[in-house]
């Protein structure tokens, strides 16, 4: 994957392949695309020199990715610097593909697979349906161009290795804007692949509020739902949406017995569908013992993060006779919010009795509920 540009016009802060698309790096959702293929074996990225770090942070996590390389002068240096880094492993088939084009489709890196089966290039590409015309010296039109048999080349380009591999080793710098060109030259057959519209590359400032389009026609909501209970214990206080409140008895609890940021967890590990909050932090794990329960929030958030996804609401209902919750509400929504990095008016706080009835009416503990509202990004 070539990576190492500096996206100059795109007017981005940092290179553009750095820059956010709903919420996550283009570089990165470019990455996942690429590496969720069942018959990519291991992606590797060719990046600027000064981006390391930028490149570390952008990728951590995403499978099957090799040490990355650093680019030459030009792409087709780039290109070359990451199938030398290749060649080692000797393997038989490689894509070459733009980081910028983040919305490349399974079905299109099928086809460019399956089709190195009997050829030695292939490309992905979409036929030209427009009319062509050539700008004259003095900025007016000096022809039509008949656009029949015209396609637009985009990537990936796929390639027998050995093939691809010896064309940029025999070919002079800067000889061909894109890699089937090598293969041309020397009258090789490439294969054109009828590629998705979607997979347009992000060139210009306007191409991102097209992509972020894209994004949101991919989007859902979703609903999670979460409950805790906690019983009480001899103690002087009680902690609720990460606020110690004064009382006359504590939560029993593994950790600190956060009712409503337990309650809250498992809100959100539901709406991704990803279990409760057992199943990250359970309580026969000695190194929760005591723990402050905005550890497991900001973690839920973590996951939401790495989902696409965005955290939209927060619903809170806590049960409880005593202690009194409505002097507390506003910090507890402040401190809950900070867990989250949440604007406050996305966070309800409310506080109900049950009238004397059940184990919360005997105020042998406290209930909460938890719904949120979640914006979560589709694979499709």
């Given at each position: 994957?070539?990576?190492?540009?500096?996206?100059?016009?795109?007017?981005?802060?940092?290179?553009?392949?750095?820059?956010?698309?709903?919420?996550?790096?283009?570089?990165?959702?470019?990455?996942?695309?690429?590496?969720?293929?069942?018959?990519?074996?291991?992606?590797?990225c060719?990046?600027?020199?000064?981006?390391?770090?930028?490149?570390?942070?952008?990728?951590?996590?995403?499978?099957?990715?090799?040490?990355?390389?650093?680019?030459?002068?030009?792409?087709?240096?780039?290109?070359?610097?990451g199938?030398?880094?290749?060649?080692a492993?000797?393997?038989?088939?490689?894509?070459?593909?733009?980081?910028?084009?983040?919305?490349?489709?399974?079905?299109?890196?099928?086809a460019?697979?399956?089709?190195?089966?009997?050829?030695?290039?292939?490309?992905?590409?979409?036929?030209?349906?427009?009319?062509?015309?050539?700008?004259?010296?003095?900025g007016?039109?000096?022809?039509?161009?008949?656009?029949?048999?015209?396609?637009?080349a985009?990537?990936?380009?796929?390639?027998?290795?050995?093939?691809?591999?010896?064309?940029?080793?025999s070919?002079?710098?800067d000889?061909?804007?894109?890699?089937?060109?090598?293969?041309?030259?020397?009258?090789?057959?490439?294969?054109?692949?009828?590629d998705?519209?979607?997979?347009?590359?992000?060139?210009y400032?306007?191409?991102?509020?097209?992509?972020?389009?894209?994004?949101?026609?991919?989007?859902?909501?979703?609903?999670?739902?979460?409950?805790?209970v906690?019983?009480?214990e001899?103690?002087?206080?009680?902690?609720?949406?990460?606020?110690t409140?004064?009382?006359?008895?504590?939560?029993?609890?593994?950790?600190?017995?956060?009712?409503?940021?337990?309650?809250?967890?498992?809100?959100?590990f539901?709406?991704l569908?990803?279990?409760?909050?057992?199943?990250?932090?359970?309580?026969?794990?000695?190194?929760?013992?005591?723990?402050?329960?905005?550890?497991?929030?900001?973690?839920?958030?973590?996951?939401?993060?790495?989902?696409?996804?965005?955290?939209v609401?927060?619903d809170?209902?806590?049960?409880?006779?005593?202690?009194?919750?409505?002097?507390?509400?506003?910090?507890?929504?402040?401190?809950?919010?900070?867990?989250?990095?949440?604007?406050?008016?996305?966070?309800?706080?409310?506080?109900?009795t049950?009238?004397?009835l059940g184990?919360?009416?005997r105020?042998?503990?406290?209930?909460?509920?938890?719904v949120?509202?979640?914006?979560?990004?589709?694979?499709?």
């Amino acid at each position: 994957m070539v990576a190492g540009g500096r996206g100059v016009r795109a007017q981005t802060d940092i290179p553009k392949q750095y820059a956010c698309l709903g919420g996550r790096p283009i570089l990165r959702r470019t990455l996942e695309a690429i590496a969720a293929h069942p018959q990519i074996d291991a992606v590797l990225c060719v990046i600027g020199e000064p981006d390391l770090a930028a490149y570390a942070d952008a990728s951590a996590g995403v499978p099957k990715l090799l040490p990355p390389v650093t680019g030459g002068r030009s792409r087709q240096a780039s290109v070359r610097a990451g199938l030398e880094a290749l060649a080692a492993k000797a393997p038989q088939k490689v894509l070459i593909h733009d980081a910028a084009r983040p919305f490349i489709s399974h079905k299109t890196l099928t086809a460019l697979l399956e089709t190195l089966d009997h050829a030695e290039g292939a490309i992905a590409a979409l036929p030209v349906a427009d009319t062509l015309k050539r700008q004259s010296t003095a900025g007016g039109i000096d022809a039509t161009v008949p656009r029949d048999g015209l396609w637009r080349a985009a990537t990936p380009q796929g390639f027998r290795f050995e093939t691809i591999l010896n064309a940029h080793r025999s070919a002079e710098p800067d000889a061909a804007t894109d890699d089937a060109a090598l293969l041309e030259a020397e009258n090789i057959h490439v294969a054109l692949i009828p590629d998705d519209p979607r997979n347009f590359k992000i060139t210009y400032k306007e191409d991102f509020a097209l992509a972020e389009s894209l994004i949101a026609a991919t989007r859902e909501t979703r609903t999670g739902f979460g409950f805790d209970v906690h019983a009480f214990e001899p103690g002087d206080a009680v902690i609720l949406g990460g606020v110690t409140i004064p009382h006359s008895a504590k939560l029993k609890g593994h950790s600190d017995a956060d009712v409503v940021l337990h309650a809250l967890c498992d809100a959100i590990f539901g709406g991704l569908a990803l279990g409760d909050i057992g199943t990250f932090f359970p309580p026969s794990d000695e190194k929760w013992r005591g723990a402050p329960s905005d550890l497991f929030a900001k973690a839920a958030m973590a996951k939401v993060a790495a989902a696409g996804a965005t955290l939209v609401h927060v619903d809170l209902t806590i049960i409880a006779e005593a202690p009194k919750i409505g002097p507390h509400r506003d910090a507890m929504r402040e401190r809950i919010a900070d867990i989250l990095s949440l604007e406050g008016d996305r966070i309800s706080v409310k506080a109900t009795t049950t009238e004397g009835l059940g184990f919360t009416g005997r105020r042998e503990g406290i209930a909460c509920q938890a719904v949120v509202t979640l914006s979560v990004e589709r694979d499709s």
